[in-house]
């Protein structure tokens, strides 16, 4: 099981939270963790950091005069 300390809003505090057995296989790497003190779950969810967008330039189509 994986844990960390986190803050649990219930417990009002910064405590340990573990990661229950998963059944989606995702072992250590688990999003779900409930808190060790209330039994509060959390899900730990991170993004990929975003690309930055450039403006796209459409190509200009000229008719023949």
Do not use: N
């Not at 219930?10 to 059944?23: D, I, Y």
């Not at 899900?43 to 967008?53: D, M, Q």
């Amino acid at each position: 099981m994986s844990a960390r300390e986190l803050h649990c809003d219930t417990c009002e505090g910064v405590v340990l939270f573990e990661a229950p057995p998963c059944g989606d296989g995702h072992g250590a790497d688990c999003p779900e963790l409930a808190c060790t003190g209330c039994g509060t779950a959390v899900l730990v969810v991170t993004y990929p950091a975003r690309p930055s967008r450039r403006p796209v330039r459409r190509a200009t189509h000229r008719h023949a005069a």
